[in-house]
C-alpha cells in the first residue's frame, strides 16, 4: 500500500509566543546597552551575547514559520533556506526529545530528530498536525527497522506510539 | 536547543528581578544603617561625633535618599557592572574583593574537581559491585565523611597538625606573601597550603556524592534495557557507558546550580576556622557591620550565581537526558 505525500506547516497561532519571547528578551537586553558601552567589558559581552541569542530566536522562529515539512512513501524533507531530505533508509538514528522551562516538566514540547548521512533533520511540536507527521515516522520505523534511542521510544510512547522493540545497544 | 536556551533565559530575567528586590529588603532590614553602626562605635570608643560630619557621609553615600531611589541606584548599577561602594574599606566593591575573589574561585574549583575524582571512580566500584566487601568499606568512609561537620574536621586538623607535627596548616600561603603580588613562590606557597581546606571542604560532598551515583547506577543497571543489552553480549564496559552511566550522571549535573555560588562564598565557616582569604569572611563582616553595597551585591552575586548554575544543570539535563515525565504534557 502507497503512501501519500503530506505537508505540514507552522501556523502563525502556534509561532507568536516564539515571536513575542523572541521581541520581550532582545528588547529587555538591548535596555542596558547604552549605558553598558564603555563600563565592564564582561558585562557588555553578556549583553551583546544576550542580544545576538534571542535576535538568533527570532530569526530562526521566522525559518521555521517560512518551511514546509513533507514525508511520503520515500523520505521526509524540510522545504525552505537549510531545507534538508533524507530518505527514510538513509536514517541511522530516530530520536524524540522533550523540553520544558518549568520544574514540574509539564507544559513542553516536543522536537523529532532524524539523522544520517551526516545530516540532522529537526522537527517542533509546534508544526500543525504533528500527531500526524509522527505516525508517518512511526510507519517507516516499523517499515525500514529504523534504530530508536531509548528516551525517544520512551517519549513515542507518551504520545501513545509504540514502536518495534529493537534498540541501539551497538 | 536554540528555542530551549531563549525560553529558559528569559525565564531568568524576572527571578533576578525578584531576587534583586528581596536582597535589597533583606540588606535594609537591620535598624539603621551603616552609618549608625560607625556612629554606636565611635561613642563606644568615647570618641565625639561631628553630626554636621555624619550628615555630610549620609548624603555623600545616598542613605538619605528613599529607599526605591537607593534600589534603583544599586540594581541600575549592577546592570553595567558598577557593584556599588563599600562604607567600611571606602573603596568599589569590586576592590575590595579584589584577589580574594581568585582565591575562592581556586579554591572551590578544586574542592569540587577533588570530590569528582573521588566519588566517581568509587561510586561506580559500589554500584557495580554491590554488597562486597569494598562496597560495605566505602559506604562505611562515606558515611563518615557525610557525617562529620567540615568546621570539626578542620578543626581536628589544626589540633593534629600542631600537637604531633608542630606546623600550622591555617591560612592559604605562608604569611610573607600576604598582600604580595602573585608570583611563582607565592603560587607555589598556595598549592603546599591548598591540600588542607580541599580536603575539609571536600569530604562531606564526596560522600554524598557516591551515595547518590550508587543509587541512580543502581536503579539504572536494573532496566529493562540494560538485561537486553547484557543478553546480546555487549561489553560490561560499553554496557555500562553507553547509557545507564550518562542517565546516572544527572545528580552530579543537577548539582551544578549549588556548586557555583560555593565557588565563591568560599565556604565561609571553614575559611574563618582556617583563617583562609576567601571571600566567605568578607561577606561575614559586611553583614555584620551593615556595609549594605558590598553585602548586598555579594548577595546578589551568589544568587544570580545560582540562577546561572541551574541554567547549565537544566541544559546540561536537556542535552543528556530530555525525558518526559509522567502526568507532563505537550503543546502545540
Given at each position: 500500500m502507497s503512501v501519500p505525500e503530506a505537508r505540514f506547516h507552522y501556523p502563525l497561532r502556534n509561532l507568536w509566543p516564539d515571536y513575542a519571547r523572541a521581541a520581550a528578551g532582545f528588547a529587555l537586553t538591548m535596555l542596558p546597552l547604552p549605558n553598558a558601552i564603555g563600563g565592564n567589558v564582561i558585562v557588555l559581552t553578556i549583553v551583546l551575547a544576550l542580544a545576538f541569542l534571542f535576535g538568533s530566536f527570532g530569526f530562526t522562529t521566522f525559518l521555521r514559520h517560512k518551511s514546509i515539512v513533507a514525508a511520503d512513501e520515500q523520505g521526509i524533507w524540510i522545504t525552505g533556506l537549510w531545507g534538508k531530505a533524507l530518505r527514510w533508509d538513509e536514517i541511522a538514528e530516530v530520536d524524540m526529545r522533550y523540553f520544558s522551562t518549568r520544574r514540574e516538566k509539564d507544559k513542553g514540547w516536543m522536537q523529532l530528530r532524524l539523522s544520517g548521512k551526516g545530516q540532522k533533520l529537526k522537527v517542533d511540536?509546534?508544526?500543525?498536525?504533528f500527531d500526524g507527521l509522527i505516525r508517518h515516522v512511526v510507519t517507516a520505523i516499523t517499515r525500514h527497522d529504523l534504530v530508536v534511542t531509548p528516551i525517544g521510544k520512551e517519549n513515542l510512547a507518551s504520545m501513545n506510539k509504540t514502536v518495534p522493540t529493537r534498540e541501539d545497544t551497538a | 536547543m536554540l528555542s530551549y536556551l531563549a525560553r529558559r533565559i528569559l525565564v531568568m530575567i524576572p527571578t533576578l528581578f525578584a531576587i534583586s528586590v528581596l536582597v535589597f529588603i533583606i540588606i535594609q532590614?537591620?535598624?539603621?544603617d551603616y552609618l549608625t553602626t560607625y556612629i554606636a562605635e565611635l561613642e563606644a570608643q568615647g570618641e565625639a561625633v561631628d553630626p554636621g560630619k555624619i550628615e555630610f557621609l549620609r548624603q555623600q553615600y545616598g542613605l538619605d535618599k528613599p529607599y526605591w531611589e537607593q534600589y534603583m541606584i544599586w540594581a541600575g548599577g549592577m546592570l553595567i557592572g558598577d557593584f556599588g561602594y563599600s562604607f567600611a574599606y571606602d573603596l568599589p566593591v569590586d576592590q575590595v574583593v579584589g584577589d580574594r575573589l581568585y582565591l575562592s574561585f581556586l579554591l572551590s574549583f578544586s574542592t569540587i574537581i577533588f570530590t569528582w575524582i573521588v566519588a566517581f571512580p568509587i561510586g561506580i566500584y559500589s554500584a557495580t559491585n554491590q554488597y562486597s566487601w569494598g562496597d560495605h568499606g566505602m559506604t562505611l568512609i562515606g558515611f563518615l565523611g557525610l557525617a562529620t561537620p567540615n568546621f570539626l574536621l578542620a578543626l581536628v586538623l589544626l589540633y593534629l597538625g600542631k600537637v604531633y607535627?608542630?606546623?600550622?596548616?591555617?591560612?592559604?600561603?605562608?604569611?610573607?606573601?600576604?598582600?604580595?603580588?602573585?608570583?611563582t613562590e607565592k603560587f607555589l606557597s598556595i598549592l603546599e597550603h591548598l591540600w588542607v581546606p580541599v580536603v575539609v571542604i571536600g569530604t562531606s560532598g564526596t560522600a554524598g556524592m557516591i551515595r547518590r551515583l550508587r543509587a541512580n547506577l543502581l536503579d539504572e543497571l536494573q532496566k529493562q534495557y540494560v538485561v537486553t543489552a547484557r543478553a546480546k553480549g555487549l561489553s560490561p564496559i560499553r554496557l555500562l557507558t553507553k547509557y545507564p552511566l550518562r542517565m546516572a550522571l544527572n545528580p552530579f549535573i543537577a548539582d551544578i546550580g549549588n556548586l557555583l555560588p560555593q565557588v565563591v562564598s568560599g565556604a565561609a565557616i571553614v575559611s574563618l576556622v582556617l583563617s583562609l582569604p576567601t571571600t566567605g569572611p568578607m561577606l561575614i563582616e559586611a553583614l555584620q557591620a551593615q556595609d549594605m553595597y558590598l553585602a548586598g551585591s555579594f548577595l546578589m552575586f551568589l544568587a544570580s550565581l545560582t540562577v546561572v548554575g541551574v541554567l547549565i544543570s537544566d541544559l546540561a539535563l536537556a542535552a543528556l537526558d530530555p525525558r518526559i515525565r509522567l502526568g507532563g504534557g505537550t503543546e502545540q
Open positions: 511540536s509546534n508544526l500543525e498536525d | 532590614l537591620p535598624p539603621g607535627f608542630g606546623t600550622s596548616i591555617g591560612g592559604l600561603m605562608d604569611p610573607e606573601y600576604l598582600d604580595q603580588p602573585m608570583s
